[in-house]
C-alpha cells in the first residue's frame, strides 16, 4: 500500500467523517461539557465537576426508569426475536402458500411511523369505546385496562413488536436465503428433514444475524421514547416524567429546565447501554468456543 | 471481520425452498402464518375503516368495521383544506427532508464504507470502531447539545436542523463497508489501476454500480428513518409550515385533547396518518429486489 | 508550515472556545429586576414607531385569530403581524423557553396562561409593558385578572385575553331524575354524591380528572390557599400541604376512595365518550367550559345547566379560577413599542375583543364585556336557554384577588401529576400525597438556589 492510496483513502471517508464530527461528536462533547456545570434559576451557572454525575447514581428516579427498561428488554426482546426468526424460517422452508405476500405483510409495520403506531393502538386499546373492549363486552368478558398501570408494559412491548418483528425477519430471512448451497446439500446427504435442517444448518448460521439484532435492540429498548411519549397522553398516571430514562432526560431539560443534568442522565444511559452491549456480546462468544 | 465467498448480490437471486427433498408446501404453516399476517394487518385495516368515519362513528360505532355513513371523501377533502391546506405542506415537507437527507447519508455511506472498505489507512480500524460505537448514543444526549449549537449559528428552525443531522448513518457506513469488501473485487480495482484510471473516475464508473444494492439499501433505511423521525423535528422546528407529517399529526391529536381545541379534528387525524404511510409503502414495495439484497450482507457478516 | 499535529491542537482549542461561547450566552438565569420603575416612552416616539414598517411575529393557539390581527393590521398598515401556532400550552411554553435559552427565535409577542407569568418573569425573558402605558389598562379588566398581570414591584408584565372563573355545568335531566338539587356547598354535593352514585353506579356526580392540576389549583383558589408566595425574587413560601389543602385533599380523596367520585383522565378520547354517554352528571369547570362542552358533547344538548360552585362555608360566595390566557411581549424584542402596543390593541379595542368573546368564545376579562347586554344575554339551547354568559359573569367578580404562581410551574404540575393526581387515580392517600408533592417542590427549589420558607 503506497502512501498516495493511503491518501485518497482519507478523502473517501473524510465528507463522512467530517458530518460526523459536526453532528455527533460536537454535541456530544458539548454535552459532556454541560455535564460538569449547574445552572439554577437563582445564583446563575457553576463549575460542579462531576457533581451531576454523582446526583444521578443516588437518584431512584432514574434507577427505576432503567429497571422498568430492563425489564422491557427481557419481555420484549425474546419474544419479538424468536417471531422474527420463526418467521424467517417458515419463509425460508418454502412450505408456505402466499410467502411473499405474507413476507410483505409482516414487514410493512416498519414502514409506519410510530406517532402513527401509538396512535392507531391507543384507539384500539381504549378502555371504553376500543375495538378490544367492545369485543370483551360482547362475549360478557371484562375488558382488560389495556392503559393500566400493571399492563402499561405489556402495551408498550407489543407496540414494539408490532413494528419491528417484521424487520427483524427480513434481516434473518435474508441471511438465511446468503447460506452456501453446499450447507444444505451435506445435510440433505445425512437425510436430514426440514426441522433437523433448520436446527443443526440454518440456526448456527443465523448466529451473527441474530446477534447483530439482539445489539439493535438493546439499543433500541434502553432508548425507548416515541411510544411512550405518545402513550403519555391516553395514561398520564400511568407513564409518568421517568418512565423510561430517555423520557426522563427529554422531561430534565424541557420541563425541570436542568440541561447539565440531563446531560449527565444521558451519558449515563448511554454507558448503560454500552455495557449491556458487551455483555451480550461476551455472553454470546462465550457460547460459540465452549 | 470474517468473509465467506458469497456474494450478497446472488443471495436473493435464489429460487425460494432450497435445501428439502421434495419439500411440500404446509396448509398449517400457512394458516398460521396467516393468523398472524391478521394480527400485523389487524391495525392498519382499523386505520383504513376509521379514516371512513365522521367524528360521531368513530366512537359510537364498532371500531373493526364500517359504520353507515361513508365519510371518506370528506374526510380527505377536510384533510388537504383546513389551515389552509397545511397537511399538504407537511407532506411535501417531509418528502424533501426524507429524500435529501437519505440521498445524502447514501452517498456518504457509499464514499467511506469503500474507503474504509478497500484503504489500508492508517488509523481505519480506530475510526470505524469509532464511528460503530457512536449507535449506542442516546438520542436525548444529541438532541438537546445539538439544538443549542445549531440556535447560535441559526440553524434552528429551518429545514437543515432536520437534514443534517440526519446525514450521519453509521449503520448504513457499516452496511457500506461489508457490502464493498465483498462486492468490489479487489482484481478489478488493480485491473482499473493498471489500465491508469484515477481512483475517483474507479468510484465512479466501477464501483458505484456494484454497490448499486447496498446503496439503495441505505437510501431506504435512511427515507424511513427521516420519515418517521419525531424528536428532532419536535424541538428543532417552530413554525407549523416547516413541520414534517410526523409533527403535524402529533399536533392535531393534542388540539383534540386540550380545552378549547375544536372537537372535530380525530377525523383528521386517522385520514391524515393512514395518507402519510402510503408512499413509504409503496416505497419498500417497488424497491424491494433490491433492498432484501442489501440487507443480505448486513446480516450474515460480523 | 504547520504540522498536522499542531493543526489538531489549533481545532481542538478553537472547538473548546466554540463551545465555551456556547455555554456563557444567552443564560436563562435570573436576572436583576429593575427596582426603579422605567421611564415612560413618549407619545412622539410611539406615533413614529407605528408608522415604521414592522415585522412582529406572534405565538398563539387561539384558532382563527388572524381576524382580531386584521383589524390591527388595518389601523397601522406599516406593522406586519405574523401569527404563529407553535403549540398549546405547555408544548409551546418549551419551543419559547429553548428559544429564549439558545438566544434566537423567540416571538415579539406570546400567548402565556396567566398561571406561566411568573415562570417567565423569573428568567426576565418578559418586557415590563409600564412604559408603553399599560398601567391606563388597568381599570378596564376585572380586578383579579389585573392582580395576575402585576409583579411584584409593580411592573405589568402582560394585558389579560381571557378568564376561566370556575363554576359547576350540571345534568338538569339526572338531578331532577334523582331529584337532587344543586348543591349549595360541598357538604351538600358530598352527599349528593353519595345518594347518585348509590342509585345508579354507572354515574358519578362528578369527575375530578386525575391530570388536570388547573383544576386542583383552581378549586384551591376557592378555598382560600396560598400555595406559593413570593417573599422576594430568591424567597418563596412553599404551602402545598397545609391547612386548606389537606382540607381539600382529605375531601376530594374521601370521596374518591368511597368510590362516588370518578378521575378519568380529561380531554381524551374516553373522558368525551363519557360526557357523551351521561357518566358525569356535573362538570366543575371554568368560563371557557360552557361554549367547549357544547361543541363535544352535541348528544347531551339541553340538559346541561350552569351553578357557582358549591361553597366552604353556607352563604358564601367564592371562585377560583382555571386557565385563561395574556398577551406578553418578549424582553428580546427589536420592536417593543410596537409589540406593546400590538399586546393592548388585541385586548383592549372594542372590535378585537368582542370578537374574541363572540367567535372564538373566550370568556374576556374586560369589564365592558362582562355588562354587555348583547354578551351576557346569550341564551343557548345547549343550556336549555339559560344565560351561562351572566353566571359566569357573575362568578368573575367573587374570584380571590391575590392567589400567586410559583416561578417554576412546569415542574410543579409535573411534580402534582406524580403525587397527588396519581393518588387520585390510584384511590390513595390524598393527604399524604399533598406531603409528598410539598417536599418536591421544597426540593425542586432549593436545587434552583430559592430561599424556601414552609
Redesign the interface.
Same mark, same amino acid.
Given at each position: 500500500?503506497n502512501r498516495h492510496?493511503?491518501?485518497?483513502?482519507?478523502?473517501?471517508?473524510a $465528507?463522512?467523517?467530517l458530518?460526523?464530527v459536526?453532528?455527533?461528536v460536537? %454535541?456530544?462533547?458539548?454535552?459532556g461539557?454541560?455535564s460538569l456545570?449547574r445552572?439554577?434559576?437563582?445564583? /446563575? #451557572?457553576t463549575f460542579v465537576g462531576l457533581e451531576n454525575y454523582a446526583r444521578a447514581l443516588s437518584d431512584e428516579r432514574l434507577l427505576g426508569g432503567v429497571l422498568r427498561v430492563g425489564e422491557f428488554f427481557l419481555i420484549q426482546v425474546p419474544l419479538m426475536l424468536l417471531?422474527g426468526l420463526f418467521?424467517a424460517l417458515?419463509?425460508?422452508?418454502?412450505?408456505?402458500?402466499? &410467502?411473499r405476500f405474507?413476507r410483505?405483510?409482516?414487514?410493512?409495520?416498519?414502514?409506519? %411511523? &410510530?406517532?402513527? +403506531?401509538a396512535?392507531?393502538?391507543g384507539?384500539?386499546y /381504549?378502555?371504553?369505546?376500543?375495538?378490544i373492549a367492545?369485543l370483551a363486552e360482547t362475549l360478557g368478558l371484562p375488558a382488560p385496562n389495556l392503559l393500566g398501570?400493571s399492563l402499561m408494559l405489556g402495551s408498550l412491548a407489543n407496540i414494539v413488536t408490532?413494528e419491528f418483528?417484521?424487520y427483524n425477519m427480513?434481516?434473518?430471512? +435474508?441471511?438465511l436465503?446468503?447460506i452456501?448451497?453446499e450447507?444444505?446439500?451435506a445435510?440433505?446427504v445425512d437425510g436430514a /428433514?426440514?426441522w433437523r #435442517?433448520a436446527w443443526n444448518?440454518k440456526i448456527p448460521a443465523?448466529r $451473527?444475524?441474530l446477534?447483530?439484532a439482539l445489539i439493535f435492540s438493546v439499543?433500541g429498548s434502553?432508548?425507548l421514547?416515541?411510544e411512550p411519549q405518545?402513550m403519555q397522553?391516553?395514561? %398520564?398516571?400511568v407513564i409518568?416524567?421517568a418512565y423510561t430514562?430517555?423520557l426522563y +432526560?427529554?422531561?430534565l431539560?424541557?420541563? &425541570?429546565?436542568d440541561?447539565n443534568y440531563? +446531560?449527565a442522565v444521558?451519558?449515563l444511559?448511554?454507558v448503560v447501554?454500552?455495557a449491556v452491549?458487551y455483555t451480550v456480546q461476551l455472553a454470546a462468544n462465550r457460547r460459540r468456543t465452549p | 471481520m470474517t468473509t465467506t465467498a458469497t456474494a450478497p448480490v446472488t443471495a436473493v437471486a435464489r429460487a425460494e425452498g432450497r435445501g428439502i427433498a421434495g419439500h411440500r408446501r404446509s396448509p398449517a404453516l400457512t394458516l398460521g402464518m396467516l393468523a398472524f399476517l391478521i394480527y400485523f394487518l389487524l391495525p392498519l385495516f382499523w386505520l383504513v375503516v376509521a379514516s371512513t368515519k365522521t367524528m360521531g362513528d368513530l366512537f359510537a360505532s364498532f371500531g373493526l368495521w364500517f359504520a353507515d355513513d361513508f365519510s371518506l371523501p370528506d374526510n380527505l377533502r377536510r384533510v388537504f383544506t383546513v389551515q389552509d391546506g397545511m397537511y399538504g405542506r407537511w407532506l411535501l415537507n417531509t418528502a424533501i427532508y426524507a429524500v435529501v437527507s437519505a440521498g445524502g447519508a447514501a452517498v456518504l455511506a457509499a464514499l467511506g464504507g469503500y474507503g474504509f472498505a478497500k484503504f489500508g489507512f492508517r488509523g481505519n480500524k480506530a475510526l470505524f470502531g469509532l464511528v460503530l460505537g457512536a449507535i449506542m448514543v442516546p438520542s436525548t444526549a444529541l438532541a438537546i447539545p445539538t439544538y443549542l449549537i445549531f440556535a447560535k449559528i441559526g440553524l434552528v428552525n429551518t429545514p437543515w436542523a432536520i437534514i443534517l443531522p440526519s446525514l450521519v448513518n453509521p449503520f448504513g457506513l457499516y452496511l457500506m463497508r461489508i457490502y464493498a469488501e465483498d462486492a468490489v473485487p479487489d482484481s478489478l480495482l488493480e485491473a482499473a489501476r493498471i489500465d491508469g484510471a484515477g481512483e475517483f473516475r474507479i468510484f465512479r464508473q466501477v464501483v458505484l454500480r456494484l454497490l448499486a444494492p447496498g446503496f439503495v439499501t441505505v437510501l431506504l433505511f435512511t427515507l424511513v428513518a427521516t420519515w418517521n423521525n419525531y424528536f428532532l423535528p419536535l424541538i428543532m422546528l417552530n413554525d407549523p409550515s416547516l413541520y414534517p407529517v410526523t409533527v403535524g399529526l402529533a399536533n392535531w391529536a393534542a388540539q383534540a385533547t386540550v380545552a378549547g381545541g375544536s372537537g372535530d379534528v380525530v377525523p383528521l387525524v386517522v385520514t391524515g396518518s393512514l395518507l402519510s404511510i402510503i408512499p413509504l409503502v409503496a416505497a419498500f414495495l417497488m424497491l424491494q429486489r433490491y433492498w432484501q439484497g442489501g440487507l443480505a450482507t448486513g446480516g450474515v457478516k460480523q | 508550515m504547520t504540522t498536522p499535529r499542531t493543526r489538531w491542537v489549533a481545532g481542538a482549542a478553537a472547538a473548546t472556545l466554540f463551545l465555551a461561547g456556547c455555554a456563557g450566552g444567552g443564560s436563562g438565569t435570573a436576572t436583576q429586576q429593575p427596582t426603579s420603575r422605567p421611564s415612560s416612552v413618549g407619545q412622539a416616539d410611539i406615533d413614529k414607531a407605528m408608522r415604521t414598517p414592522t415585522e412582529l411575529t406572534f405565538w398563539t393557539w387561539v384558532p382563527d385569530i388572524e381576524k382580531e390581527v386584521a383589524l390591527f393590521e388595518k389601523k397601522y398598515p406599516a406593522i406586519n403581524v405574523n401569527v404563529v401556532n407553535a403549540g398549546q400550552g405547555e408544548p409551546q411554553y418549551t419551543k419559547l423557553r429553548t428559544a429564549l435559552k439558545a438566544g434566537s427565535g423567540a416571538p415579539d409577542v406570546v400567548q402565556i396562561e396567566f398561571q406561566y407569568i411568573p415562570t417567565f418573569t423569573i428568567t426576565g425573558s418578559l418586557l415590563d409593558l409600564r412604559p408603553y402605558g399599560a398601567e391606563a389598562l388597568q381599570d378596564r379588566f376585572a380586578e383579579w385578572t389585573w392582580g395576575q398581570v402585576r409583579g411584584k414591584n409593580g411592573e405589568v408584565w402582560a394585558v389579560p385575553q381571557d378568564t376561566g372563573p370556575m363554576g359547576m355545568l350540571y345534568r338538569k335531566d339526572i338531578f331532577d331524575k334523582h331529584g337532587i338539587e344543586p348543591p349549595k356547598t360541598w357538604e351538600e354535593f358530598a352527599a349528593a354524591a353519595r345518594k347518585l352514585h348509590a342509585a345508579d353506579p354507572g354515574v358519578y356526580l362528578t369527575n375530578l380528572a386525575s391530570n388536570q392540576n388547573g383544576a386542583w389549583m383552581g378549586l384551591l383558589w376557592q378555598a382560600g390557599g396560598k400555595p406559593f408566595q413570593m417573599a422576594a425574587a430568591d424567597q418563596i413560601r412553599v404551602s402545598a400541604n397545609d391547612q386548606v389543602a389537606k382540607k381539600l385533599g382529605t375531601y376530594w380523596g374521601g370521596l374518591v376512595k368511597e368510590g362516588v367520585v370518578s378521575t378519568d383522565p380529561d380531554f381524551t378520547d374516553q373522558w368525551y365518550q363519557a360526557l357523551n354517554k351521561g357518566k358525569y352528571a356535573t362538570w366543575l369547570t371554568a368560563a371557557w367550559g360552557p361554549v367547549f362542552l357544547s361543541a363535544s358533547a352535541k348528544a347531551t344538548s339541553g340538559k346541561w345547566r350552569a351553578a357557582p360552585l358549591p361553597q366552604w362555608t353556607a352563604g358564601e360566595n367564592k371562585a377560583g379560577n382555571w386557565g385563561g390566557s395574556t398577551s406578553a411581549v418578549i424582553k428580546t424584542t427589536k420592536n417593543p413599542i410596537a409589540a406593546a402596543k400590538f399586546a393592548e390593541f388585541l385586548n383592549t379595542d372594542p372590535d378585537s375583543t368582542k370578537m374574541m368573546a363572540t367567535e372564538q368564545f373566550l370568556f374576556p376579562p374586560a369589564k365592558a364585556l362582562l355588562s354587555d347586554k348583547s354578551f351576557v344575554d346569550r341564551k343557548p339551547e345547549f343550556y336549555g336557554g339559560q344565560a351561562v354568559n351572566q353566571v359566569f359573569a357573575e362568578i368573575s367578580d367573587t374570584v380571590a384577588k391575590d392567589f400567586t404562581w410559583p416561578p417554576f410551574l412546569d415542574q410543579t404540575v409535573n411534580d402534582w401529576d406524580e403525587t397527588v393526581g396519581k393518588a387520585l387515580a390510584d384511590k390513595g392517600d390524598v393527604p399524604a400525597a399533598l406531603d409528598q408533592w410539598q417536599q418536591r417542590i421544597t426540593s425542586y427549589a432549593e436545587s434552583q438556589g430559592f430561599k424556601v420558607a414552609r
Open positions: 500500500m492510496r493511503a491518501r485518497v483513502g482519507y478523502l473517501f471517508v $465528507p463522512f467523517l458530518v460526523f459536526a453532528m455527533l460536537v %454535541p456530544l462533547a458539548y454535552a461539557y454541560l456545570f445552572e439554577q434559576l437563582i445564583g /446563575g #451557572t417471531l418467521f417458515a419463509l425460508d422452508s418454502g412450505m408456505l402458500w402466499l &410467502s405474507i410483505l405483510g409482516i414487514f410493512v409495520p416498519y414502514a409506519v %411511523p &410510530s406517532v402513527v +403506531a396512535l392507531m393502538w384507539y384500539l /381504549g378502555p371504553e369505546f376500543g375495538p367492545q398501570g408490532w418483528a417484521g427480513i434481516i434473518l430471512y +435474508a441471511a436465503r446468503a452456501p448451497s450447507l444444505y446439500e445435510a440433505a /428433514g426440514a #435442517t444448518v443465523l $451473527p444475524a446477534l447483530m439499543i434502553f432508548q421514547f416515541n405518545l397522553r391516553l395514561a %398520564p398516571n409518568d416524567s430514562p430517555n +432526560a427529554y422531561s431539560a424541557f420541563t &425541570s429546565q440541561v440531563a +446531560a444521558s451519558f444511559l448511554g447501554i454500552v452491549s | - | -
